[in-house]
């Protein structure tokens, strides 16, 4: 711009130097007005462009910034959904060992405590948003449902989960893994 | 760069005054140059500005996305903490559940199915980054070790960890909890 500049004041110098002659400084101040005029026109598109250009930016920017926000915020709903998921095979081996049956007082006093353990595992997984699916005797719901068997027995409702073969889990409103029934048709 | 341009302005200006009396058209023209070089000088002045501003709001925005992708990675690793926390009074009990001592048989084969159990919750922490913190034998490090008694046996050489009450957690390179230890002076 610098440079531009000391053109203007040059342009000034010669004009200056011409006058002296009939009228060509006319013809000369209005080239110059021309040519400043022009300058100007494009100064204003580039201006306008640059104006567009940041309004664009400023426009990526809170859109990534919003972006972001929503993935730490998904990142932390579902932050411990890979451990849940891991934890799950030796939560059923723990639910299907208390299931033993046993005439033995001392198998059943050591078989309670370790229903405590079992309980505050689970305790664990629900500060977290983690809690066991609830089948059996509720209506059939295919989102956290799934059906390995059909029967028709008297007494249950139609579509509704008569048995359950294994625990479903949802962690806060996703379904970490679904409850295998057996539904009522 | 506003100062050349008004020693500019200043130049068209003393020779306007020479001109006034008999062309007064040609004021008006130079006028209207005086006038249309301020504006390109006022236009190339807001131009740059606004470059900057350009180029100030890129640098923002770079570090704005470098710093969240910096809050995922580490939100990231330690994903599982609180779960990990949360877990570990149920581990713990289900440690001291399974040093039970028995002379029935059929206590002892139940022990050894939780004992599997309880293998296969570590085995998911690991998967997670987590580890029991190995103490008796080790070297004390305060990092990892609380030394909740001090004592002087034979046999061990000093400083050295020579039983552990409470067993310490890792995840990854933070510390979730140290181990309780006795520590040999």
Redesign the interface.
């Known amino acids: ?2 440079h ?2 000391l053109e ?2 040059d342009a ?2 010669s ?2 130097a011409e ?1 002296s002659n009939d009228k060509p ?2 013809v000369s ?2 080239e ?2 021309k040519e ?2 022009n ?2 026109a494009e ?2 598109a ?2 306008a462009d ?2 567009n ?2 309004i664009r ?2 426009a ?2 809170d859109n ?2 919003r972006r ?1 926000r929503l ?2 915020e998904a ?2 709903k579902y ?2 959904q ?3 998921s ?2 799950l ?2 939560i059923d ?2 639910e299907r ?1 208390l299931q ?1 049956e ?1 005439d ?1 007082e ?2 059943k006093s ?2 309670q ?2 229903e ?2 079992y309980r ?2 689970l ?3 629900k ?2 948003g983690a809690e066991q699916i609830e089948s059996v005797g509720k209506e059939f719901d295919p989102h956290i449902h799934q059906a390995v068997m059909q029967v028709e027995v008297e007494g249950f409702e139609s579509n509704t989960v008569v048995e359950e073969f294994q625990k479903g889990y949802i962690l806060k409103d996703r379904v970490i893994r679904p409850a295998m029934v057996k539904v009522n048709q």
Do not use: C, H, W
């Open positions: 711009m610098e531009e500049e203007a004041a000034v110098g004009e200056e006058i400084e006319e101040l209005e110059q007005l400043a005029l300058k100007s100064l204003e580039k201006l640059a104006e250009r940041y930016l400023q990526d920017f990534s910034r972001a993935d730490i990142s932390e932050r411990a890979k451990l849940i891991d934890l095979p030796a081996n723990f060992a033993m046993t033995s001392q198998v050591v078989l405590g370790m405590m353990v505050s595992l305790e664990a997984l500060n977290e």
